[in-house]
């Protein structure tokens, strides 16, 4: 059971999931969170009813964070947690992505303020087509995290790396996800085949391709491969803050 309230004139939903969280309603709890999201950009989620055995299960809310767009199309808060509750959301290190707060009141303040990581997620198709649609995410998403725009240029070209190789090495769809810390943007590119992984070969300044990792190498701070059962994925730090707007920007 859930109760959903739209108040008067106010631009949010606030959502209130009752009873277990468990990993058979956690997938309709995930769903009404996205489209109480996608109905207004903005929800606050009351905790007080909601009990839970498991820490990780309370990853729910960020995923559907994300899922219906992230930070700032849509802002997600939760409050109202007891005390244990509040301790099991520590441990599932879900802050970072969804504030949390004591009180409705607290929670409606924390709206307008950026979470301290924001992510998007774009799902990507075994497709030539895929590193345009990739940078053309990449361009949107930086522009709504007010980064620089050298960052956002740089970021392009190794967006457009790793989703390339992902098509024409992984031969596979992928996804693509953006996240920023406020010193740090993270860019992922998740495959799904097992295929050999990408080292960078000596350079050939002769040959048509092959400088793709190199190129990786030069641009980011640093890089790295995660393996997975069922692919891989590569992923790459850029160091940057976000603009400071002026009152009134």
């Known amino acids: 059971m859930a109760v959903i309230s739209f108040p008067d004139h106010i631009d949010y939903v606030v959502f209130q999931p009752r009873g277990d969280l468990s990993l058979r309603t956690l997938p309709r709890i995930r769903d009404a969170v996205v489209t109480c999201l996608l109905k207004t950009g903005r929800a606050l989620i009351d905790l007080s009813s909601l009990h839970c055995g498991q820490a990780e299960l309370l990853t729910v809310f960020p995923t559907a964070l994300v899922r219906a767009g992230g930070w700032p199309a849509a802002r997600l808060v939760v409050f109202g947690a007891d005390a244990t509750l509040r301790l099991m959301i520590d441990s599932a290190d879900i802050t970072d992505l969804v504030p949390v707060a004591n009180d409705l009141t607290s929670a409606r303040a924390l709206l307008s303020q950026r979470p301290v990581r924001v992510e998007h997620e774009r799902h990507l198709p075994l497709h030539h087509s895929a590193p345009a649609t990739a940078r053309l995410s990449l361009r949107q998403t930086c522009t709504a995290w007010s980064l620089p725009e050298a960052v956002r240029d740089t970021a392009e070209l190794v967006v457009s790396e790793l989703v390339t190789n992902a098509v024409e090495h992984a031969h596979s769809r992928s996804l693509l996800t953006l996240s920023h810390t406020g010193s740090a943007l993270r860019i992922a590119v ?25 190129l990786i190498t030069t641009l980011t701070d640093t890089w790295a491969v995660d393996q997975h059962p069922d692919g891989k994925t590569v992923w790459a730090l850029l160091a940057c803050t976000p603009i400071t707007k002026q009152p009134g920007q």
Do not use: E, F, K, Q
């Open 190 to 214: 998740r495959d799904y085949r097992l295929t050999p992984i990408p080292r960078p070969w000596p350079l050939d300044i002769a040959a048509p391709r092959g400088r793709g990792l190199h």
